[in-house]
């Protein structure tokens, strides 16, 4: 069975500056990972994916992931963050023919 | 967007009441999902279908059940409703199972008192 630990609940950043958000799973079988960032009181939307290829994956908003097999990792970085991304962040893993398991969510607090 | 619609949007009831909660898609995906989502939990899955009357269960699945009758609409039912089912409620679709992306409606807050 599949599992994602993400490291830290709340992560507070002053604007313009560099994030990361991490994210560890937990996989005996080839995995596909994905990030979700939700806005306040609205559902999830999907921010990237990695499903194969190459390991840096970028997505929308300036966002992107690198996948490492080796650390069972796929950290989230933005390398200059605004007051708009601030949201919660879900880390994803699914197997081929499992559905999606969530992280418990990273609340990204951008301060101005 | 996404096509969809979950109803009601909010809803309070009293411990022991059941309650139907609706997803309706117009995506005509094969995949449509339950999960709820509480503070320090992130999101779980409760159940899911693959098709027209074909579910399984998820993580959370005691004290739930579902049916799909049709491929665009998803009920799930409380049958007996606790207060430990106080959550926000997320349908979501996908075409595929995996590894696919999925398209979340738009919540159903539930308080159960």
């Known amino acids: 069975a599949q599992s994602v630990t993400q490291l830290d609940s709340q992560v507070p950043v002053f604007e313009e500056a560099p994030v990361e958000l991490r994210c560890n799973y937990s996989s005996s079988v080839s995995v596909y990972l994905f990030w979700y960032v939700q806005y306040p009181n609205q559902g999830l939307q999907l921010l990237l994916k990695y499903l194969s290829g190459s390991t840096l994956v970028k997505g929308i908003n300036g966002f992107e992931a690198e996948f490492n097999k080796s650390q069972t990792s796929f950290h989230l970085r933005k390398p200059s963050v605004h007051i708009s991304d601030t949201a919660e962040y879900f880390c994803a893993v699914s197997g081929r023919n499992t559905p999606l398991v969530f992280g418990k969510g990273t609340r990204l607090s951008v301060i101005a | 967007d996404a096509g969809i619609t979950q109803s009601p949007r909010h809803k309070v009831t009293e411990t022991g009441t059941p309650v139907t909660l609706r997803c309706h898609q117009t995506?005509?995906?094969?995949?449509m999902y339950w999960y709820r989502q509480d503070p320090g939990h992130g999101l779980r899955l409760i159940h899911y279908s693959y098709g027209v009357k074909d579910t399984d269960k998820g993580e959370v699945s005691d004290g739930y059940s579902v049916s799909r009758s049709k491929t665009e609409d998803f009920l799930l039912t409380l049958e007996s409703a606790t207060s430990s089912q106080t959550s926000v409620y997320f349908c979501?679709?996908?075409?595929?199972?995996?590894?696919?992306?999925?398209?979340f409606g738009e919540g159903s807050r539930l308080t159960v008192l």
């Open positions: 979501a679709i996908s075409e595929g199972r995996a590894p696919g992306e999925l398209f």
């Open positions: 995506e005509n995906h094969r995949y």
